[in-house]
Nanobody, 123 residues
């Protein structure tokens, strides 16, 4: 089993950058696929980015070219570097993990979730 804890959110102005971190428990973290989801008030949860155990990445179109997902398996962490932030990026961001990549990228998510970290982009 995996426990996930997100950090790094905050209040920033449009155009700023943030780096979110997902800290995972367990020594077998390297075999998990990990995704970042976000949910804005009144909006549906959406997958933002995902990374496989082989470091294959994917991004939703709205963040492609601005966000980068990466992983540090030795330290059991996954990061989401967010650049050129826009007000529409405002949401609670959640880390999600599963042994099966297809579950993480399904839109409903895999078995394990973090508690979320708030990202607010506003002038």
């Amino acid at each position: 089993q995996v426990q996930l804890v997100e950090s790094g959110g905050g209040l920033v102005q449009p155009g700023a950058s943030l780096r979110l971190s997902c800290a995972a428990s367990g020594s077998a973290f390297n075999i998990y696929a990990v995704g970042w989801y976000r949910q804005a008030p009144g909006k549906q949860r959406e997958l933002v980015a995902a990374i496989s155990s082989a470091d294959k990445t994917m991004y939703t179109d709205s963040v492609k070219g601005r966000f980068t997902i990466s992983r540090d398996n030795f330290n059991n962490r996954v990061y989401l570097q967010m650049n050129s932030l826009k007000p529409e990026d405002t949401a609670v961001y959640y880390c999600n993990a599963d042994i099966l990549l297809f579950k993480v990228v399904s839109g409903t998510g895999g078995d394990y979730w973090g508690q979320g970290t708030q990202v607010t982009v506003s002038s």
